[in-house]
């Protein structure tokens, strides 16, 4: 006899906002060597989407909320441990390895997009974080000292460009390791619970016992 029955648990803006992440991600790595506007739209496209999830994660719906799925590294470890011995307590919501999961992946990707405004800033100029262009351009060229300053600020500039740029590709290589751990995850917690996540992410609903 089929006990299950089907509970609604990620609402609309939550999938609107998982599969919109995927793509601008996606968009925003394969374009990385490109220097195009395609990244810098993916970009703050990525940022804006962190911004509405934190939102979301404070007035959001009961399973969108972090007061739902952020737990305390105890009941992580727990988790774990009874995951491995498959005993494993399920959640409608994220586990507690998935809320740690999003809330890395979150931050990462904080990471990656703050660093790719100072790189933007940096190197042309442009973007919320760019600093006024007006404190160069009154600095008169007149005078030897004055030229000192220049190639001082300028050598400053490229130091500061190298260690955002080491920044932004660090975090983007880590993403890249999280979102791996995370479709593993998929997978696993799927299996053990007898949940097909990929399709409650595409529909919202979830079938439970």
């Known amino acids: 006899m089929n006990n299950q029955h089907t509970v609604a648990v990620w609402d609309i803006f939550i999938r609107i906002f998982h599969w919109s992440l995927v793509v601008a991600f996606t968009v925003a790595y394969f374009t990385s060597e490109e220097?195009?506007?395609?990244?810098?739209y993916a970009g703050?496209?990525?940022l804006g989407l962190i911004i509405f999830r934190i939102l979301w994660g404070i007035i959001g719906s009961r399973h969108a909320r972090f007061s739902d799925f952020v737990r305390s590294p105890g009941t992580v470890y727990?988790?774990?441990?009874e995951l491995r011995a498959g005993s494993a307590k399920h959640y409608v919501g994220h586990n507690p390895l998935g809320g740690w999961m999003v809330m890395a992946l979150l931050s990462t990707l904080l990471v990656v997009t703050v660093s790719g405004l100072?790189?933007?800033a940096i190197e042309e100029g442009?973007?919320?974080?760019?600093?006024?262009?007006?404190?160069?351009?009154?600095?008169?060229?007149?005078h030897a000292e004055e030229d000192d300053e220049e190639d001082g600020k300028a050598e400053t500039?490229?130091?500061d460009e190298e260690f955002w740029e080491e920044i932004h590709e660090g975090a983007t290589n880590f993403m890249l390791v999280l979102i791996a751990l995370h479709i593993v995850g998929v997978f696993v917690s799927g299996r053990a619970h007898h949940e097909h996540l990929i399709k409650a992410m595409l529909t919202g609903k979830k079938s439970i016992k």
């Open 35 to 40: 220097e195009n506007a395609w990244h810098i």
């Open 44 to 46: 703050y496209t990525v």
């Open 78 to 81: 727990s988790y774990i441990r």
């Open 118 to 120: 100072k790189v933007y």
């Open 126 to 142: 442009r973007g919320p974080l760019a600093a006024n262009p007006t404190t160069l351009t009154l600095i008169s060229a007149a």
């Open 157 to 159: 500039q490229s130091q």
